[in-house]
């Protein structure tokens, strides 16, 4: 295996190199960006052998096809966006071997709104400013500042070690659900909302509408009202998902692509561990919100931190069958053919309703 | 001064000093700046300073926001705003600008608002130094103070979807360069040729916050030499620590 392309043969709806984020430069102006769902950026990370905030390619609303030039091991997490590696459906939140010359195509969503597409060794293409996120907006990172197009090749970096097929454990999988509950840190401009306005907020279900993109969700939904109509502040600074309020009282969700500072005052913030659903939430998607101490949202944070980063990946390996001749009777049993077919083990074997503990070591073709 | 220290999410915390647009207040957000940088806090990833507070972001697995807290309410204590003699010694940029013209389409509509001629808008927009406030909204835009009101004048109706970057213009009263190509709806009364932003460059923004912005009216004769000079990458932007 070695390092080669992906060649974008359709960027579909929308494409793009996205990495942890441009951290640091946001005093500049310049937008954080990065992948939308960063816990799906990380356990595909995990998946093929990457430290967890390497570059993926991640893929809006389907349609997007990506062609690899050598044998790569990837894994497609996220959205379940109808992946497809030369026909055959892909396993969802697994790492595989894609073959050279093998294609990988999105159809539409069916469960999440954007998939990932991870790469043993990376997407490496150029980094801008410490980051190879794509900020269309400001024209900086991917291959050229913009959003990916057909014809495109994104070099892919080599990987660190030979990578195994895993896979991720079914506790660790998103809930997809049309009803969100979405945790709310309040502040830091509540007091810019009467009291009914606030409770307006936290008892109401919004909608997501189809105006939602990289840079926020736009809510629909009753009207929060500000105190004195004033929903202007003097501009501060924003974060992932802040929830600000502009003057029609409607509330947005700001994302990844936000820009650095905004003038609408923001009535919370949603907590971590809600963000990756929101990232997914397609239009129609109806979101409620709860009112979270920070010291809760740190809490629930650092819990699904920690089980992300360090909950063990099972092994994902294609079984591969043996006849096995006992005493003259063939039994067929099946290995793992991970990490190494050739390692020396010990199996269980039930042999006539016997459980029998028998080593296997190859011999050589 | 008076400041609050509130949660802004679980990841970051906001460093309030009151809420209004001014010199002094500003001085002290980026005071603090300064100081929780000297500081090296433990999990403190990113700081951005705004008109009248410091956003501190933070990994909550390094710390919290109690904890941070605590540090941020020592050193928020202890600023201070710059001494007065301080205060008025800025770096002043001076940047050229083509007025009018194919450059400032809008000129004409700013005066006519203002009744005033063109060049009297020229003279008062070029006879100010303004403060740079913060960067923010796109890479490398400065929020500058200090307009005169005699050249106040509303958004266009109907946002250009594309303006150059270099564009220097008026929304209400308030005055900034675009520095990349973006759509906006400012009324744009000149040019700039010299490029805020570059992402190779470091720091990647041309003017920073603290320092103050006066234009400099040159001909598009002029413009168009010093923007070859800035093509070629031989153009050093013109700043002098300036008493004001």
């Given amino acids: 295996m070695s390092a080669g392309t992906a060649k974008v043969i359709s960027p579909g709806a929308l494409s793009l190199v996205q990495d942890a984020g441009r951290l640091g430069y946001q005093k500049f102006g310049v937008s954080l960006s990065g992948a939308m769902d960063t816990e799906a950026l990380l356990l595909g990370n995990r998946l093929v ?28 997490t996220g959205g379940d966006l109808d992946a497809k590696l030369d026909g ?37 293409t150029e980094p801008v400013l410490g980051s190879r996120s794509t900020h269309a907006g400001s024209g900086l990172g991917g291959l050229d500042g913009g959003p990916l197009k057909a014809g495109d090749e994104l070099p892919i970096g080599e990987p660190s070690d030979e990578p195994s097929a895993l896979r991720i454990p079914n506790g660790l999988l998103p809930h997809r659900t049309s009803q969100l509950t979405l945790g709310v840190v309040p502040g830091p401009q509540q007091d810019a909302f009467t009291g009914d306005g606030v409770s307006v907020f936290y008892s109401s279900e919004y909608t997501v509408t189809d105006r939602s993109d990289r840079q926020g969700v736009r809510l629909d939904g009753p009207v929060i009202q500000a105190v004195g109509d004033r929903y ?48 997914q939430a397609a239009p129609g998607t ?20 920690s089980d992300l980063l360090e909950t063990p990946l099972e092994d994902a390996s294609p079984a591969r069958a043996f006849s096995l001749n006992v005493s003259g009777q063939i039994h067929e049993i099946r290995l793992p053919n991970q990490p190494d077919p050739n390692t020396a083990r010990t199996i269980q074997v039930d042999i006539n309703g016997e459980i029998e503990l028998v080593a296997v070591e190859a011999i050589g073709d | 001064m008076d400041f609050k220290i509130l949660p802004a999410g679980d ?34 990833v ?7 507070s410091l956003l501190v972001q933070y990994d909550l697995q390094a710390t919290g926001f109690q904890e941070l807290s605590d540090n941020l309410q020592s050193l928020a204590g202890e600023v201070r705003a710059p001494a007065e003699e301080d205060t008025s ?38 006879g100010a130094g303004y403060r740079v406030f913060m960067l923010g909204f796109a890479p490398g835009f400065p929020y500058l103070g200090g307009m005169d009101e005699r050249i106040a004048c509303p958004r266009l109706k109907t946002p250009r979807l594309r303006l150059p970057g270099g564009s220097v213009g008026i929304a209400e009263s308030q ?8 759509p906006g709806g400012w009324q744009i009364i000149g040019r700039t040729p010299v490029r805020l932003f570059d992402s190779h460059a470091d720091p990647p923004a041309a003017i920073l916050p603290g320092s103050v912005v006066r234009f400099e009216p040159v001909t598009e004769e002029q413009y168009g030499q010093l923007k070859a000079k800035v093509d070629a990458g031989e153009y050093r932007l013109q700043m002098e620590g300036e008493t004001a």
């Fill in chain 1, 88 to 124: 055959t459906p892909v396993p969802a939140w697994e790492s595989f071997r894609a073959p050279a010359g093998s294609s990988l195509v999105f159809g539409g969503p069916a469960g999440g709104m954007r998939a990932y597409v991870c790469a043993a060794g990376g997407i490496a």
């Fill in chain 2, 175 to 182: 005055t900034g360069v675009y520095p990349n190509d973006s």
């Fill in chain 2, 89 to 126: 010694a800025k770096v002043v940029i001076r940047l050229p600008v083509a007025y009018g013209g194919e450059l400032g389409p809008d000129l004409d509509t700013v005066a006519t608002h203002n009744g005033l001629t063109q060049q009297e808008v020229i003279d008062i927009h070029s």
């Fill in chain 1, 232 to 279: 202007d502040i003097v501009s501060d600074a924003v974060v992932f998902g802040s929830v600000q309020v502009p003057g029609d009282g409607k509330p947005i969700v700001l994302l990844a692509d936000r820009q650095t500072t905004g003038g609408y005052a923001k009535i919370g913030v949603v907590a971590s561990v809600s963000l990756p659903a929101l990232a």
């Fill in chain 1, 286 to 305: 109806t979101a409620r919100f709860e009112r979270m101490t920070v010291q809760d949202a740190q809490a629930a944070a650092r819990k699904r931190m």
């Fill in chain 1, 49 to 76: 052998g990457n430290s967890p905030d390497c570059a993926a390619v991640e893929i809006t609303f389907g349609g997007a096809e990506l062609e690899f030039s050598q044998e790569t091991v990837i894994a497609v």
């Fill in chain 2, 11 to 44: 990841a970051a915390a906001l460093v309030e000093f009151g809420d209004r647009i001014e010199p002094e207040t500003n001085d002290l957000v980026y005071a603090l700046a300064s100081a929780v940088e000297a500081a090296s806090i433990d999990g403190v």
């Fill in chain 2, 46 to 52: 990113e700081l951005v300073p705004t008109y009248r």
